[in-house]
């Protein structure tokens, strides 16, 4: 049975803790990553028209990449600095505090390809090439430009999409480790 604790100034106190920002932290980048991944995107897609879609997305990606790297990065401090034994058995990926470690560098890694490769490279040249065609991207007859534009963006699109699942995947096991067993 639970030991039933009772709210007083101490306890309050005590809830201003590493662990307890630790868990504020995750939620947050937990949250934001679901969030962009599963409903903001699809939700701007449906209500905006596409021009307005790909100058929102050009904004908000790089805040959302940055705020990830920043945030994961920042549990991975806690996390060694929690788990003393981390750095010496670093080489050691079946021990549960090296695992949850590289679980959160995945995500550092993948977050920081999109925001330093994959980002950058899907720039607005098929906005700008529309305008001088004066057609859509996916209407009949466009320039043979164009095309490769479109198989470029569709190619980068699914490798950041990928690499952006993979961490909210790695995420949610951070998530029910620490659930289930704690920092």
Request: a positive charge.
């Amino acid at each position: 049975m639970a030991h039933v604790q009772v709210l007083s100034p101490a306890t309050l106190l005590g809830t201003l803790s590493p662990k307890g920002a630790y868990i504020i932290g995750y939620s947050w980048l937990y949250g934001m990553s679901v969030w962009v991944s599963f409903f903001g995107g699809i939700i701007a897609l449906r209500a905006l028209p596409r021009h307005q879609f790909g100058a929102l997305q050009h904004m908000t990606f790089p805040v959302y990449f940055s705020s990830s790297i920043g945030l994961s990065s920042t549990l991975l401090g806690f996390w060694a600095y929690a788990h003393p034994g981390l750095l010496v058995n670093i080489t050691s990926p079946l021990r549960a505090d090296v695992a949850q470690a590289y679980v959160l560098g995945i995500v550092i890694a993948l977050q920081s390809c999109n925001q330093l490769v994959v980002g950058p490279m899907t720039s607005r040249q098929r906005h700008k090439l529309e305008k001088e065609e004066g057609k859509n991207y996916n209407e009949p007859g466009v320039s043979a430009q164009m095309k490769a534009l479109n198989a470029k963006f569709a190619k980068l699109h699914g490798i950041s999409s990928l690499a952006n699942l993979g961490a909210v995947i790695a995420l949610t096991f951070h998530g029910l480790w620490i659930g289930s067993y704690g920092l």
